[in-house]
Structure formats: structure tokens, C-alpha cells
């Protein structure tokens, strides 16, 4: 493929102006999505295919040239920056003494399954979810409980009659919370968040809330971070989030732990230091900063076009592929594709897309609502979608019709 290689972006006036059509060719790279030794298109894992924001690669450039990589720890500055940004777009009051920091979001949840639980102990999840959610609940010798997410007029909802009864049943000690909801793409409102806390105030459960995806809420939706709501409950309450997702540098790596009371702030910490998993590497710090001091005009624009991609992805199967249920995120740039309506099995369908030379998440790694159903990551050039939207249809239209 042939395409014009535009200019990355323009300066007016002191506003970077982005230009998210331009194609960069991720192959060859050690690129975890575009790994492919053909001209397959990857629309699958969770990264976008857009160059980051301007000050975070000068950050990266500056940090070089200095030239000295030496042992780094956390600035005032960039507690200063995190404390602002959740401060001023969540109402989030956070001080330095809340803020942990972690390699990832998925190392800091299994942190916390050793924080609030014993090996044998019952850990609530929901189904569909973020695959390590359950892959880590149970390599970590603790039972996964599952509580299926119902679905109503296209939207995914918490079965709060099913928590309880699966907390009251299997003596649950954790429940993980995914807000924003992947791969659903649901934010959960304040009244569902309330009604979940109350349920697991009353059965004295932890609540860990992986709000990796918090940046990228949609127009019209609202992010309410758990520890907000957590009041009179935050010895029992964590949230994790980090930079990597909201600016598109899940390479570099890094991810924070935000809690409000101080024993369970000593032990999160502690149980941090028994595996030397308290400390971030100098880039990780340097482009986190930057990013909340300095990130907001790129996340602003990289949001408007996202969103124009979920409407095109919405058109399109609308006109084409009628027989697609689209699940439209709250958040995020993943998409949630109900494709049962052709009546394959999971490996087939996931195959047919492959052979059609397109990747998307098959469904069933998310659990068993995942059934026949694909997740297409959106976070791309236009002209990329649109071809890996045709490749889409050819692999429905070449299956068997329609049930
Ligand atoms: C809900 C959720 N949590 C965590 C992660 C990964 O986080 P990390 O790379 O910091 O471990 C992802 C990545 O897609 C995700 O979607």
C-alpha cells in the first residue's frame, strides 16, 4: 500500500494542530500489534497507531541528549502534575502521600489481590472483561467468581442482584471493577458505582477499580473515579490508572496506585517493597510528567478524531453489515461487535477475519459473553479503517448468510 505522507503536525498560534491521518508503518519495529510478516491490517490490541503528543517526544529527546540515564526517583513536580490532573478533571483530591507507583496496571491488580486477599479466597469479576483479570485471579491460586454483565438497548449494565447473591454464596473478599469498562467500553455512572459500593460495604468486600481507560471518556458520558465515591470505605478501596493508555505510550510503561488510607497505603507499599516493584524507570517518570503538565491540547484532538472513527464504524456496519450489533463505547477507542448472527464458531469467525487479512480481538478471551463476539480497536488513520472495514465485509460475505 501506497499512501501520502503527510506533515505530522502544524504550530498556529502556540496550538499544535495534529494530524492523526498520517501513516506510520509500525511493521518491523517490534511492534506487538502490527507483527505480521504480510499486509494483514491489526485493529486489534489496545494501542493507537498515532505519533504521541509533541511534548512527551520532546521530553524522550531531552532526556537523551542530557545524556546521563542514571537511578531516578519521583519530582515534586510530577506529584504536582498527577495531583492536578485528577484534581482538576475528576474532583479527585489527591496528596503525595496517595500516589504509589507501579510497572502496570495489571502487575499493581495482582499486587493488590496479595493486599486484600489470602491464596484459596474468592475474587469477584465481571464477564466479558479484560483477559488478566481472570488469568491473574487464578494463577494466583484465588478463586474466580464470575458475575455476567446483562445487556439492554445496546449498553451493558452490572447484574447488581447477581453480585450480591455470588458475594453472599462464595464468601467473595475482592471485587475488581473495570472503569471504563473494556471491552464493553461502558462508564459506569455515579448511581451504579453507589449501588455496587453499597452491596460491598455491606459484605465487607474490596473494591480495586482498574481506570486505566478514565482519559478517553466519550462526549456525553462522565468518569467517576471509586475513590471519590469511597468515603468512610477507603481502608478497602484502590483505584489504579496510568499515562500509558491515555497517551498512547503503553511501550514505555508505568502506572499508578492512588489510596487514601494510610495502614492500607503501608501495606500496598510494603507488599510494593518485598518484590522491589515500587520504582519506575526515568523515562516512565519523565514522559508521565510531561504528559499530565503538557498533554491535554493532544488527548483533546486525539479524542475528536476517535470519536469520528466510531461514527464511521457505526455507519458503516449500519449500511453494510446490518446484522452486526454494535456495542458503542462510553469510552475508548475499542469496539464491541456482536457477531452471532453468522452463526460460526468462535475459532471460524476469528479465522475468517484473519484469512480476509484483518485482525481483531476475538471475543471469547473475554469471557464467555465474549461468545461471538470481536473487539475492533478504532485508534488508527482513517484510510486504515475504512480498508480494514472492507476487509471485514469480505470475511462476513464470504461466510455462510446470515442466520
Ligand atoms: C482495562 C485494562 N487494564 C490494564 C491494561 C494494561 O495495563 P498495563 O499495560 O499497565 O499493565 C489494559 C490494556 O489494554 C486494559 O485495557
Same mark, same amino acid.
Given at each position: 500500500?501506497?499512501? $501520502?505522507?503527510?506533515?505530522?503536525?502544524?504550530?498556529?498560534?502556540?496550538?499544535?494542530?495534529?494530524?492523526?491521518?498520517?501513516?506510520?508503518?509500525?511493521?518491523? =519495529?517490534?511492534?506487538?500489534?502490527?507483527?505480521?510478516?504480510?499486509? =494483514?491490517?491489526?485493529?486489534?490490541?489496545?494501542?493507537?497507531?498515532?505519533?504521541?503528543?509533541?511534548?512527551?517526544?520532546?521530553?524522550?529527546?531531552?532526556?537523551?541528549?542530557?545524556?546521563?540515564?542514571?537511578?531516578?526517583?519521583?519530582?515534586?513536580?510530577?506529584? @504536582?502534575?498527577?495531583?492536578?490532573?485528577?484534581?482538576?478533571?475528576?474532583? &479527585?483530591?489527591?496528596?503525595?502521600?496517595?500516589? &504509589?507507583?507501579?510497572?502496570?496496571?495489571? $502487575?499493581?491488580?495482582?499486587?493488590?489481590?496479595?493486599?486484600?486477599?489470602?491464596?484459596?479466597?474468592?475474587?469477584?469479576?465481571?464477564?466479558?472483561?479484560?483477559?488478566?483479570?481472570? =488469568?491473574?485471579?487464578?494463577?494466583?491460586?484465588?478463586?474466580?467468581?464470575?458475575?455476567?454483565?446483562?445487556? !439492554?438497548?445496546?449498553?451493558?449494565?452490572?447484574?447488581?442482584?447477581?453480585?450480591?447473591?455470588?458475594?453472599?454464596?462464595?464468601?467473595?473478599?475482592?471485587?475488581?471493577?473495570?472503569?471504563?469498562?473494556? $471491552?464493553?467500553?461502558?462508564?459506569?455512572?455515579?448511581?451504579?458505582?453507589?449501588?455496587?459500593?453499597?452491596?460491598?460495604?455491606?459484605?465487607?468486600?474490596?473494591?480495586?477499580?482498574?481506570?486505566?481507560?478514565?482519559?478517553?471518556?466519550?462526549?456525553?458520558?462522565?468518569?467517576?473515579?471509586?475513590?471519590?465515591?469511597?468515603?468512610?470505605?477507603?481502608? #478497602?478501596?484502590?483505584?489504579?490508572?496510568?499515562?500509558?493508555?491515555?497517551?498512547?505510550?503503553?511501550?514505555? #510503561?508505568?502506572?499508578?496506585?492512588?489510596?487514601?488510607?494510610?495502614?492500607?497505603?503501608?501495606?500496598?507499599?510494603?507488599?510494593?517493597?518485598?518484590?522491589?516493584?515500587?520504582?519506575?524507570?526515568?523515562?516512565?517518570?519523565?514522559?508521565? !510528567?510531561?504528559?499530565?503538565?503538557?498533554?491535554?491540547?493532544?488527548?483533546? @484532538?486525539?479524542? !475528536?478524531?476517535?470519536?469520528?472513527?466510531?461514527?464511521?464504524?457505526?455507519?458503516?456496519?449500519?449500511?453494510?453489515?446490518?446484522?452486526?450489533?454494535?456495542?458503542?463505547?462510553?469510552?475508548?477507542?475499542?469496539?464491541?461487535?456482536?457477531?452471532?448472527?453468522?452463526?460460526?464458531?468462535?475459532?471460524?469467525?476469528?479465522? @475468517?477475519?484473519?484469512?480476509? #487479512?484483518?485482525?481483531?480481538?476475538?471475543?471469547?478471551?473475554?469471557?464467555?459473553?465474549?461468545?461471538?463476539?470481536?473487539?475492533?480497536?478504532?485508534?488508527? $488513520?482513517?484510510?486504515? &479503517?475504512?480498508?480494514?472495514?472492507?476487509?471485514?465485509?469480505?470475511?462476513?460475505?464470504?461466510?455462510?448468510?446470515?442466520?
Amino acid at each position: 500500500m501506497l499512501y $501520502p505522507k503527510p506533515l505530522f503536525f502544524l504550530i498556529l498560534e502556540n496550538t499544535v494542530l495534529y494530524n492523526f491521518d498520517e501513516i506510520i508503518d509500525r511493521r518491523h =519495529t517490534g511492534s506487538l500489534k502490527w507483527h505480521y510478516s504480510d499486509d =494483514t491490517i491489526a485493529l486489534w490490541v489496545a494501542d493507537m497507531d498515532f505519533r504521541a503528543a509533541q511534548p512527551i517526544l520532546n521530553t524522550i529527546e531531552r532526556v537523551g541528549h542530557h545524556g546521563v540515564l542514571g537511578y531516578t526517583k519521583p519530582t515534586a513536580a510530577l506529584y @504536582q502534575a498527577i495531583i492536578n490532573w485528577h484534581g482538576s478533571r475528576y474532583g &479527585l483530591a489527591l496528596d503525595k502521600q496517595h500516589i &504509589l507507583f507501579s510497572h502496570g496496571v495489571i $502487575p499493581s491488580l495482582a499486587l493488590m489481590l496479595r493486599v486484600f486477599t489470602e491464596a484459596g479466597e474468592a475474587i469477584l469479576v465481571n464477564d466479558p472483561i479484560y483477559t488478566p483479570f481472570m =488469568t491473574k485471579v487464578r494463577d494466583n491460586g484465588r478463586r474466580l467468581i464470575l458475575s455476567p454483565l446483562t445487556e !439492554a438497548e445496546g449498553r451493558y449494565h452490572l447484574d447488581l442482584v447477581d453480585i450480591e447473591a455470588k458475594i453472599v454464596e462464595h464468601e467473595v473478599k475482592l471485587y475488581l471493577l473495570c472503569n471504563p469498562h473494556n $471491552p464493553g467500553g461502558r462508564v459506569w455512572t455515579a448511581d451504579e458505582l453507589e449501588a455496587l459500593l453499597v452491596i460491598c460495604k455491606k459484605h465487607d468486600v474490596a473494591i480495586v477499580s482498574d481506570e486505566i481507560h478514565q482519559d478517553l471518556t466519550l462526549s456525553g458520558h462522565e468518569f467517576i473515579p471509586f475513590l471519590q465515591l469511597a468515603k468512610g470505605y477507603e481502608h #478497602k478501596v484502590v483505584s489504579i490508572t496510568s499515562m500509558t493508555k491515555t497517551f498512547n505510550v503503553a511501550g514505555i #510503561k508505568g502506572a499508578m496506585i492512588f489510596a487514601k488510607d494510610e495502614a492500607l497505603i503501608k501495606q500496598i507499599n510494603q507488599q510494593q517493597r518485598l518484590r522491589d516493584e515500587h520504582d519506575l524507570n526515568l523515562f516512565a517518570y519523565e514522559v508521565m !510528567a510531561s504528559a499530565y503538565e503538557k498533554g491535554g491540547e493532544w488527548l483533546e @484532538q486525539v479524542l !475528536a478524531y476517535i470519536e469520528a472513527n466510531i461514527d464511521l464504524v457505526c455507519d458503516f456496519l449500519e449500511k453494510h453489515l446490518p446484522n452486526i450489533t454494535v456495542m458503542r463505547p462510553d469510552a475508548s477507542y475499542l469496539i464491541w461487535l456482536d457477531c452471532s448472527a453468522y452463526g460460526q464458531d468462535d475459532q471460524t469467525l476469528y479465522n @475468517q477475519f484473519r484469512d480476509a #487479512k484483518v485482525e481483531l480481538s476475538g471475543g471469547i478471551q473475554y469471557g464467555n459473553e465474549g461468545h461471538l463476539k470481536m473487539r475492533l480497536n478504532v485508534a488508527c $488513520p482513517q484510510v486504515i &479503517l475504512i480498508e480494514g472495514l472492507n476487509r471485514i465485509h469480505t470475511a462476513l460475505s464470504d461466510m455462510s448468510q446470515p442466520l
